[in-house]
């Protein structure tokens, strides 16, 4: 079946200005967590939903940064007033049941982001 | 609070060679450890997991993983390297309760013909 998808592959925008990421995950999972990974460093976690639930957003470096999950599936990552820094690759994994300990997650093949 | 550890940041071996990428892993409750991998321009893949089972634990393409406590230590292996296993390598801790995932820093691993 088909894999964890997200949208845009590439993203360029200007320093000051709003994006949006999205993710698709694999059909039926209920559990969807967002990544950031910045080059030579591995993901670092940013937001885990459990449904249409932000059940951990622990990892959101500040308010600028804001995820939903509103039907239960795709889900979407904002970012607003983009700075250079928010730049790397930005990723989502999803898994089938509770995401709990130990559950394997499925990851997308990220969005890049480069803020100029 | 949960952290990892893999020790050095490349590794580079022959083909048909032992591979060896470390990982050591700092957790204050009973860890789940797996290990991903990652190829250019795809998403991370599991290669395999330790959930309180077995401490020898094997996955896919040959590779495996012994978990040591008293070293907490989770170290992947593979007996005989080929090519196509060239790629980055993340080791990764979650566990007490929570539903992150901690990430190591990766390893890339190159293989020499």
């Known amino acids: 079946g088909a894999g964890v998808s997200q949208t845009p592959s590439n993203k360029v925008t200007e320093k000051g200005k709003y994006v949006e990421l999205r993710c698709d995950p694999i059909?039926?999972?209920?559990?969807l967590y967002w990544y950031r990974q910045s080059l030579g460093q591995g993901p670092e976690f940013l937001i885990y939903?459990?449904?249409?639930?932000?059940?951990?957003d622990s990892g959101l470096p500040n308010d600028r940064f804001f995820a939903v999950r509103p039907e239960g599936s795709v889900s979407t990552l904002k970012i607003q007033r983009t700075e250079r820094g928010d730049s790397a690759v930005y990723l989502c994994?999803?898994?089938?049941?509770?995401?709990?300990?130990?559950?394997?997650?499925?990851f997308g093949p990220g969005t890049r982001l480069l803020v100029l | 609070a949960q952290s990892v550890t893999q020790l050095g940041s490349h590794v580079s071996v022959s083909e048909g060679a032992l591979v060896l990428l470390r990982c050591n892993y700092s957790?204050?409750?009973?860890?789940?450890l797996f290990w991903y991998v990652q190829y250019p321009n795809q998403g991370l893949q599991l290669l395999l997991k330790?959930?309180?089972?077995?401490?020898l634990v094997k996955g896919i393409n040959g590779f495996e993983a012994e978990f040591k406590k008293s070293e907490t230590s989770f170290h992947l292996t593979k007996p005989s390297a080929h090519m196509s296993d060239a790629a980055e390598y993340f080791c990764?801790?979650?566990?007490?309760?929570?539903?992150?995932?901690?990430f190591g820093a990766g390893t890339r691993l190159f293989v020499k013909a």
């Open positions: 994994a999803s898994s089938p049941n509770s995401g709990g300990e130990g559950e394997t997650q499925y």
């Open positions: 059909s039926g999972h209920t559990a």
């Open positions: 939903f459990q449904g249409t639930g932000a059940a951990d």
């Open positions: 957790s204050s409750v009973p860890p789940y």
């Open positions: 330790y959930t309180s089972a077995a401490t």
């Open positions: 990764a801790v979650s566990g007490g309760g929570g539903f992150k995932t901690i």
